[in-house]
């Protein structure tokens, strides 16, 4: 499975982004997805993630009242719909793919898009 990040960039504080994953390769409908960030100097954290038919998602207790993650089987995409933005947020976000039905054992990888919040 390859995935293709995309939709970072600068944000002011309090503003909205969408960010999408593109996928290819593999049998999308059949794997869970899911994003994680990593600031710089700090570990990748998960964000949220979403099971393979979309029926079931998780998100980070930090993000879980402003983002939501969706996807669209018939177009093997997924994307993380990001609001009320804060500094904190700033980071590379990158899509993951699993090896099953959930959103976890993530195996593939995407090459990260950068957002940026500026307070």
């Known amino acids: 499975v390859q995935l293709q990040a995309s939709g970072g960039g600068l944000v002011q504080a309090g503003g909205s982004v969408t960010l999408s994953c593109s996928a290819s390769?593999?049998?999308?409908?059949?794997?869970?997805l899911g994003w994680f960030r990593q600031a710089a100097g700090k570990a990748r954290e998960f964000v949220a993630g979403?099971?393979?038919?979309?029926?079931?998602?998780t998100l980070a207790n930090n993000v879980k009242d402003r983002f939501t993650i969706s996807r669209d089987n018939a177009k093997n995409t997924m994307s993380l719909h990001m609001n009320n933005l804060k500094p904190d947020d700033t980071a590379v976000y990158y899509c993951?793919?699993?090896?099953?039905?959930?959103?976890?054992?993530?195996?593939?990888w995407g090459q990260g898009t950068e957002v940026t919040v500026s307070s």
């Open positions: 390769g593999g049998t999308f409908s059949g794997i869970g």
């Open positions: 993951a793919a699993s090896s099953n039905v959930y959103y976890s054992d993530f195996k593939y």
């Open positions: 979403i099971n393979s038919s979309g029926g079931s998602t």
